[in-house]
């Protein structure tokens, strides 16, 4: 009757409820602001164990929003938690970079980057499982700012870990095509043999680097074709050139030379 708000455990509710005769769960009652539930939540999610990559790094986000969003709302700003997150952390290593190098930095930046680094470290120590927060924007963040929306899909649709969904990255940007048939099948084909005479593996069977060397593979094929194509483009284009030169009247020794082909290449040409 609204008096109560449910913070963690959605998925074993809804669980008791289609598959249980069961009236009364056990369960605890907290009493806590909206920054605690969101973080509640997010944590509950972080902890389950058939989270995708994809699924882990949200959940993260979620968390560390909560909590930046307490720091200072002008480093917060954005649509997204993503973004939000994605701002505050890429503003950090930036002047952090600067420091490394030496360079000097500006007294604002330098007055943000003390105000605000010891929080966030503490934030990421303090997570379900702890992160060091530039590992997170440069190895995690990624998975959701570079990759498409249908790779991140992907991902969590077949559970994938970083490693497997950079690799569908990968694969992706090789051959659309074959992206959406490995996706769809949930399966990559074995190369050289009668895969219906093979166990079926599941997507998330095969390690990153087997779903990278099968993308490498597609990109070793498409160079091939665009050669190919290349010298096709380059025959068809001298055919045009000897056919006009013999109009022209110009010997086939001349042509030869200008062409830098061979003569009986020029007669073959002819017809």
């Not at 483009?233 to 055919?239: H, I, L, P």
Request: hydrophobic share 40%; proline share 3%.
């Amino acid at each position: 009757k609204d008096r109560f708000q449910l913070i963690a455990g959605e998925r074993r509710l809804r669980a008791i409820k289609d598959y249980t005769d069961f009236s009364v769960i056990q369960a605890k009652i907290a009493e806590v602001d909206d920054h605690k539930a969101r973080r509640i939540g997010a944590a509950e999610n972080i902890l389950r164990e058939d989270l995708s990559a994809i699924e882990t790094i949200e959940a993260t986000i979620k968390i560390i929003d909560v909590e930046i969003g307490e720091i200072d709302k002008t480093l917060t700003v954005g649509k997204t938690p993503l973004e939000r997150v994605h701002k505050l952390l890429s503003k950090l290593d930036s002047i952090r970079v600067c420091k490394d190098r030496g360079s000097l930095v500006s007294k604002a930046a330098d007055d943000l980057f003390h105000k605000f680094m010891e929080q966030v470290e503490s934030t990421f120590n303090n997570l379900p499982k702890p992160l060091k927060w530039r590992s997170f924007l440069n190895n995690d963040l990624v998975l959701l700012t570079d990759i498409p929306s249908k790779v991140q899909k992907a991902s969590v649709k077949h559970k994938l870990n970083k490693a497997q969904t950079k690799a569908l990255a990968r694969l992706e940007r090789a051959s659309d095509k074959v992206f959406n048939d490995v996706t769809q099948k949930g399966s990559i084909p074995f190369k050289g043999q009668n895969s219906d005479l093979l166990p079926k593996l599941k997507l998330n069977e095969f390690s990153g680097r087997e779903i990278q060397a099968f993308a490498e593979d597609l990109e070793k094929t498409n160079k091939k074709e665009e050669q190919k194509q290349v010298d096709r483009q380059r025959e068809f284009s001298a055919q045009i050139k000897v056919a006009l030169m013999t109009r022209l009247g110009i010997p086939h020794v001349r042509i030869a030379q200008r062409l830098n082909i061979h003569r009986e290449t020029i007669s073959k040409y002819i017809p």
